[in-house]
């Protein structure tokens, strides 16, 4: 039998028929106990889990037995962010869910394909699909009762755009911009860079940098307050019902950037059966434990999911999308060959606050003239450019900066929002964390700054300054950056 996700907007709600076998099923996950591996608050915590931030929100009783003997305690803190498994790992995790509301919905006498649906938030056809759904607020069901979707700490927007705590907003770009899933290090990919099993890696790729993060960020609110929305934090997100709708639009955007023939998906061994030796491993409907590897998640394999579209909001034209799959292995060249070099880096760590830091970067090697990058230069660029904000730190769950580029000398306040990257931390805090899996070397993130220096009125195209700060609107938590690097990629 086949499941087909289905776009929320086109369910015929609010309160379809689909969201409200959603409501209901999450209502019961909700009931079962934390031992009972089909429970909300065990699948939640296959996420991540703070255990003192649950007590203390009620979340899970004190009593909950801490660590919990055997195979279900390793089993905590699983979700892979940063790095190139994050796309298969959340794409098993939303199956293993799905089938185990899908298993009590049928069995309650519902509708026996039934599937997640997915918010499809960036359909530019829809004027209503950045507002958060109606179901997820409404505080109680159509029968009158509590309606456990609405039941989840959220900030206070609404709607997906761009708000004081996050001045950036969500797009598509990079549907089109990386055609390559792996990252060549300093430079974006599709999925990611290699790494191992790790709660948060290297560096984000550009699915997960915009929308994924923006998405989480957005929702969550700011970090000026305690608590924060459970969004915000990667060790409560899988708590708020609507995470589910943001994922399988995450993992949709996957399914049709590999359906256009002409981006390479990676399948190289360590991608395919890793990681290894820890693995991935979800609870089916019966409770026990299933463990699976990224090769299962891919086009026609038994965890790959069917969507109703996979043109709508995804930024894939309908012609592109051909469902031809281009696989390649990581040992392989990028689509054109191509090398990537470090091109310059800041001198000093740096310090984050409201008001800007600045550090100067000059570049040399495949530099902004080499590449043929700057204003002047003559004919099309050669090349593209990337800024890295690495071993990125704080305390905060998630973490927002602004980097402003200009010429040497030139005032931030002067540059244009064209010139301003807002890069959204999703789980820095656990990325700082010295006991998390991480081991505390902070996260990476990396931004295409090609652009902005392409637009840079300059005499000397090789030499920037960036310009650092909290935005205005959110929290006032410290972030420490260890470096901040450019990275050059020529196209051949
Ligand atoms: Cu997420």
């Not at 409907?285 to 909001?313: I, M, N």
């Not at 091109?343 to 043929?372: K, Q």
């Not at 392409?454 to 030499?463: G, I, S, V």
Request: a negative charge; aromatic letters at 8%; charged letters at 15%.
């Amino acid at each position: 039998m086949t499941r087909t996700r289905m776009d929320i907007a086109a369910l015929g709600g609010p309160w379809s028929d689909t969201m409200e076998w959603y409501a209901r099923a999450v209502g019961e996950l909700r009931s079962r106990p934390f031992d009972d591996r089909t429970s909300w608050v065990y699948i939640g915590a296959l996420h991540g889990i703070d255990r003192p931030g649950w007590i203390a929100q009620g979340i899970v009783p004190s009593t909950i037995p801490w660590p919990v003997p055997g195979p279900l305690s390793d089993r905590y803190n699983q979700c892979q962010h940063a790095g190139w498994f994050f796309l298969p790992w959340h794409r098993g995790y939303l199956f293993a869910l799905e089938a185990i509301l899908a298993d009590w919905i049928a069995r309650e006498g519902g509708p026996e394909d039934w599937a997640l649906p997915y918010w499809n938030y960036l359909d530019d056809t829809n004027p209503d699909a950045r507002d958060i759904p109606q179901e997820f607020l409404d505080p109680t069901m159509p029968d009158g009762s509590a309606n456990p979707l609405a039941d989840a700490l959220r900030g206070p927007a609404t709607r997906l755009g761009p708000q004081s705590w996050i001045p950036a907003d969500i797009t598509l770009s990079a549907q089109t911009s990386e055609t390559v899933y792996t990252a060549i290090p300093g430079t974006l990919g599709y999925g990611g860079p290699i790494s191992g099993y790790s709660q948060f890696g290297n560096g984000y790729g550009a699915n997960e940098s915009n929308p994924h993060n923006l998405v989480h960020v957005m929702i969550g609110g700011d970090n000026s307050s305690a608590p924060q929305g459970w969004m915000y934090d990667p060790n409560f997100a899988a708590l708020d019902p609507i995470f589910w709708l943001h994922h399988c639009n995450v993992d949709r955007l996957w399914e049709a950037w590999m359906s256009d023939p002409t981006h390479v998906q990676e399948i190289g061994a360590a991608w395919r059966n890793g990681p290894f030796p820890t693995q991935f491993t979800m609870p089916d409907p019966a409770g026990s434990l299933w463990v699976f590897v990224p090769d299962e998640t891919l086009p026609g394999a038994p965890l790959a999911p069917t969507y109703d579209s996979l043109t709508s909001g995804t930024g894939i034209a309908p012609a592109a999308a051909s469902g031809t799959i281009v696989m390649v292995t990581t040992t392989s060249p990028p689509a054109g060959g191509g090398r990537a070099a470090l091109v310059g880096a800041s001198s000093a760590a740096l310090t984050v606050t409201r008001s800007p830091v600045h550090t100067s970067i000059r570049m040399t090697d495949l530099s902004p003239s080499a590449l043929g990058v700057a204003a002047s230069a003559a004919g099309p660029a050669t090349g593209r450019l990337y800024l890295n904000l690495e071993g990125v730190k704080g305390k905060s769950p998630s973490g927002v900066v602004n980097v402003i580029l200009t010429a040497p000398g030139a005032d931030p306040n002067a540059a244009g929002p064209d010139a301003t990257r807002t890069v959204a931390l999703f789980g820095l805090a656990n990325a700082t964390s010295a006991e998390g899996p991480h081991g505390g070397s902070g996260l990476s993130a990396t931004i295409e700054i090609t652009d902005i220096v392409r637009n840079l009125q300059t005499a000397n195209p090789d030499e920037l300054e960036a310009h650092v700060a909290l935005p205005e609107g959110g929290g006032d938590s410290e972030i420490t950056i260890e470096r901040i690097s450019i990275y050059a990629r020529r196209d051949q």
